[in-house]
């Protein structure tokens, strides 16, 4: 790894460097071309390593000089002059990549090489320098726009008055400071006007053309090689990583605010609300975009910036390229991953993933023989067991994942065998040591150490063992003192061990430039299309690219997208790629947003999804993590969500904190057929409770929601969660055949488990039942869940079915007294539930004529030998008809509309933007970026409480039900 992280954290205020800090960042003005700029920028090695987070005791000259920079830089002009700075060296650097393709493998391309290296870490160093300051000062004027708004009463502004330079309360509006902060003016000459410089717009336009340079992926073979080679160079990609860093901090003038949509912010006002750079960002990309459309004509050099950006991140996200050795990114990576294996005592499951929901992987291993133990790309704490093990020191060697071994002795550590101790016990004797890889001091962020003491989980940490030596015991409490300052647990975090930084930031700005500014009108007038949306909208598969004339002539060999955007160049990728790409992302938070928004979209790539006969190679990743979530450990369930008003852990959640979902789902009517039919999955690694093997799709998706619903109603009560289940599986219901023996009897015992519990419910209410489709209450939860789940039985036992799901009749005869009560009782009537009794008591007739024991086998052999009279007593004009897949299909019709298509929401940003940035906080970024946590205000944050006892938890057995035979 290059830099001087060991002297970024040592950094004192008598350091050269810090003294530049404080000059920049102070009040006086520095002109653009002063010198100490420069000075400032050549020690991007040490920049480069700069953090917000210290523990006490330290000299804080990040924290003084971001508080400056805050303070000073909308009078200063300093933080424009900066910035500016930065946009003249990513274009230089983006001048420089550009020539390195042209003059690949000529005489000076090492000397050029070398000359790209030595720019690429100046601009690294700057490009975190920025990010450091930037944030700060974002926070600073959201905070000191909502501390007027609270201490005066806001006014009505006429649409045509200068809001920036004639209204008396502008100087505390968040647009006006952060556009005072990036707007330079020249102090050398008269005329401040004419000197003026928007630096907020030169760094977002630097920053697209770099990403759009670097990451864009052409037919040309040669290009394509190069722009491998190019992201292969370890401080480009650490630039690509800056970059995305800075981006995702520029935007969060969003995460600071309470959220306002953009239908929401063009129906109530023509005040532009608090988000800054978004709007700057949108209004750039907008213009440019158009302005390509303008100049491709004449100009074949001409760039669609956002398209080319789209291109690059997308690009990134199929082929997830790993960050190269020696770079900072991997460094980063490769702590994670240590943090994972080496601090907790979680182990990997057979499919090679972790099973706690504290620890996701961003991709799911390729190869299926994953273990810990074989995991060479991690670092590992060792302790030489050759000749070192006789020297009179017992040194831990870290393995860096580089080429790099270093010894490392720490005070405390001196004693025994690291190798030998228990992982948990790891975590409290080298912690010392894992803060001293690579000879420095804090390569492991404070942020980092605060998210394994998370991931052990529960707050054990705050436990010591007696054997822990002061030093460390004087560590643990100042990490512990940092926790409850920064407001650590107010978000919900995870430890995301990502493979491809960029892969994943890029996919975070995809969704954030995608998700916003979604308003198309608003009272009839038009507002600001979202250019990545409209890109998106244009997507094509790239192995049409050949036949681009045919499918013009030919409309019905491909559907093209009704925007009219023909004449221009479209946005293009492999689908079967991008496809796969899902498959191995879809079971995080980031990869299913991502897969949703391009459904969504796209309408060329969602038609290609639906025609696929592999959609197990998405869904099973969303099953597994749906199935890892409903677990009563999770950490969500032991903290208060809101005001703290309610005392329960279970309290009602406000429509406010719940997920904003529609009701309906996507459903292509001919996966629910294909799903039992066509899809089998040979085996289910990741279940627990049964070693499944041989079942089909359709089955997997019905055990895993009914373990979700038996959860939800026993836990989380979130009525948008129960009612989304249950139109999946109404969606289901009319195609389910040969249904797994196991999933049968699980859709029996769920049934009179939850029918028992909504009659404890409803004793409770006094008799009284819960008024028709009401969701809001434990009662009426409980009710619908009943009468879903007794029609999802009365569809799977019909005539032409009753054959194929015949472990399912087995199941209800053995239940047959509690389900034939359920079906008695006056709430459950509303459906017609006589053709279960009556399935049931001809069931026991057949094994009472036909029957010659009673044994469970007996029983099984003689259903099955017998099935035809169950479908021929049960439908006498159909005697003797087998149940064909056409013949169920054409029987779903009569069973009423079932199919709930998906609509979304008519201003889906209220729920998207603030579950995003949630993902971003607590997920993506947690390893990597400091956020100032206790003053996010686009979603809610959890409320500091003491964990709660499990005695006191509603427990619920998911899985005690018998085997089938």
Not at 907 to 936: C, H, M, N, Q
Request: hydrophobic fraction near 35%; glycine fraction near 4%; charge should be negative.
């Amino acid at each position: 790894m290059w830099g001087d992280s060991e002297g970024a954290y040592s950094l004192t205020s008598s350091d050269d460097l810090a003294k530049c800090l404080y000059q920049t960042t102070g009040p006086a003005h520095v002109p653009y071309n002063d010198s100490r700029w420069q000075q400032l920028l050549l020690h991007y090695d040490r920049l480069v390593h700069l953090h917000s987070a210290t523990l006490n005791g330290r000299d804080d000259v990040v924290g003084t000089a971001c508080a400056q920079c805050a303070k000073y830089s909308a009078t200063s002009s300093n933080l424009a002059a900066l910035t500016l700075h930065i946009s003249r060296m990513l274009r230089d650097l983006q001048s420089d990549l550009e020539n390195y393709k042209h003059h690949h493998n000529n005489e000076g391309e090492s000397k050029h090489r070398i000359t790209i290296i030595g720019k690429a870490r100046a601009t690294c160093g700057a490009l975190n320098l920025l990010r450091l300051l930037s944030h700060e000062t974002i926070v600073q004027a959201c905070d000191s726009s909502r501390a007027h708004e609270q201490t005066h009463t806001p006014t009505n502004y006429q649409g045509g008055s200068n809001y920036y330079s004639e209204q008396p309360t502008a100087g505390t509006d968040t647009n006006y400071l952060l556009k005072e902060s990036f707007t330079y003016r020249s102090r050398q000459s008269s005329g401040s006007g004419e000197q003026e410089n928007d630096a907020a717009v030169q760094i977002i336009s630097s920053m697209m053309l770099f990403l759009s340079t670097v990451g864009a992926k052409t037919t040309s073979t040669t290009t394509t090689s190069n722009a491998s080679e190019i992201i292969s160079i370890p401080e480009i990609y650490d630039v690509i990583v800056q970059i995305l860093s800075l981006l995702l901090v520029l935007l969060s003038t969003q995460l600071y605010q309470p959220m306002v949509s953009s239908a929401e912010q063009a129906a109530e006002s023509e005040i532009p609300q608090g988000n800054f750079f978004l709007n700057k960002f949108m209004e750039y990309s907008s213009w440019q975009r158009q302005n390509y459309r303008a100049q491709q004509q004449h100009d074949k050099g001409a760039i669609n910036e956002p398209m080319a950006l789209l291109s690059s991140c997308l690009n990134w996200l199929v082929e997830r390229p790993a960050p190269p050795r020696r770079s900072i990114a991997s460094h980063y990576v490769e702590l994670t991953k240590a943090v994972a294996h080496q601090m907790t005592d979680l182990v990997l499951s057979n499919d090679g993933m972790y099973e706690d929901s504290c620890i996701v992987m961003a991709a799911a291993p390729k190869n299926e023989h994953n273990d810990v133990s074989s995991s060479a790309s991690a670092l590992s704490l060792q302790t030489p067991s050759n000749d070192a093990a006789t020297t009179h020191n017992n040194l831990t060697t870290v393995s860096l994942g580089t080429d790099d071994s270093v010894a490392i002795s720490s005070k405390g550590h001196n004693a025994g065998d690291v190798s030998s101790l228990k992982r948990r016990s790891i975590v409290l004797q080298p912690i010392r040591s894992i803060l001293l890889l690579s000879s420095t001091v804090l390569l492991l962020p404070i942020r980092l150490v605060r998210l394994a003491f998370n991931v052990l989980g529960r707050k054990q940490h705050a436990i010591l063992p007696d054997d822990v030596s002061k030093d460390d015991h004087s560590l643990f409490q100042q990490i512990q003192t940092n926790c409850e300052k920064s407001s650590w647990n107010k978000t919900n975090n995870i430890l995301l061990l990502t493979d491809s930084p960029i892969a994943d930031l890029g996919t975070a700005l995809i969704l954030l430039a995608s998700n916003n500014y979604r308003a198309q009108s608003v009272n009839g007038r038009n507002v600001l299309r979202n250019p990545f949306r409209v890109e998106l909208a244009l997507l094509n598969d790239t192995r049409w690219a050949k036949d681009d004339a045919v499918r013009q002539s030919d409309s019905s060999l491909l559907p093209l997208s009704n925007v009219d955007d023909s004449q221009a160049t479209s946005l293009s990728i492999n689908f079967e790629s991008l496809f796969g790409a899902f498959g191995q992302i879809c079971h995080t938070e980031l990869g299913a947003l991502t897969l949703y928004t391009m459904l969504l979209s796209s309408p060329i790539f969602a038609e290609s999804v639906a025609a696929r006969s592999d959609l197990d190679l998405v869904i099973i990743p969303l099953l597994r993590s749906l199935y890892f979530s409903s677990v009563m450990k999770h950490n969500n369930l032991f903290q208060k969500k809101g005001s703290g008003a309610q005392k329960t852990p279970f309290q009602q959640l406000s429509q406010s904190d719940k997920p904003y979902r529609s009701q309906s789902q996507l459903y292509d009517p001919s996966f629910g057929r294909d799903s039992f039919r066509r899809v089998s999955i040979p085996a289910v690694k990741w279940y627990k409770e049964r070693q499944i093997k041989a079942i089909s799709l359709g089955s997997m998706i019905l055990v895993v929601l009914l373990r979700v619903i038996t959860f939800n109603l026993n836990m989380l009560h979130d009525e948008f969660l129960l009612s989304n289940c249950i139109a999946v599986l109404l969606n289901l219901s009319p195609h389910i055949v040969q249904l797994h023996k196991y999933v049968a009897t699980r859709i029996t015992f769920v049934t009179i488990s939850c029918f028992k519990r909504y009659l404890a419910l409803l004793a409770e209410n006094g008799g009284i039942p819960e008024e028709e489709g009401d969701l809001s209450s434990p009662l009426g939860m409980h009710g619908e869940a009943c009468r879903t789940f007794l029609q999802l039985i009365k569809h799977s036992i019909r005539p032409r079915c009753v054959e194929d799901n015949i472990h399912l009749v087995y199941a209800l005869l053995v239940e047959q007294r509690d389900i034939q009560k359920i079906c008695q009782h006056s709430s459950m009537k509303q459906g017609d539930l006589a053709p279960i009794s009556d399935l049931i008591q001809r069931a026991n007739n057949i094994i009472e004529k036909h029957g010659t024991g009673r044994s469970a086998i007996e029983a099984m052999q003689t259903l099955k030998l017998y099935s035809s009279e169950l479908k021929s007593e049960a439908s006498g004009d159909n005697r003797g008809r087998t149940g064909s897949a056409d013949s169920v299909t054409s029987e779903a019709t009569d069973l009423g509309n079932l199919t709930f298509t998906y609509e979304e929401e008519v201003d889906p940003e209220v729920f998207f933007v603030p579950y995003l940035w949630d993902v971003i906080v607590g997920a993506l970024s947690i390893s990597t970026l400091e956020w100032s946590r206790e003053k996010i205000l686009v979603f809610p944050l959890n409320e500091d409480t003491e964990t709660l006892s499990h005695d006191n938890v509603e427990k619920t057995e998911f899985d005690n039900t018998p085997d089938v035979v």
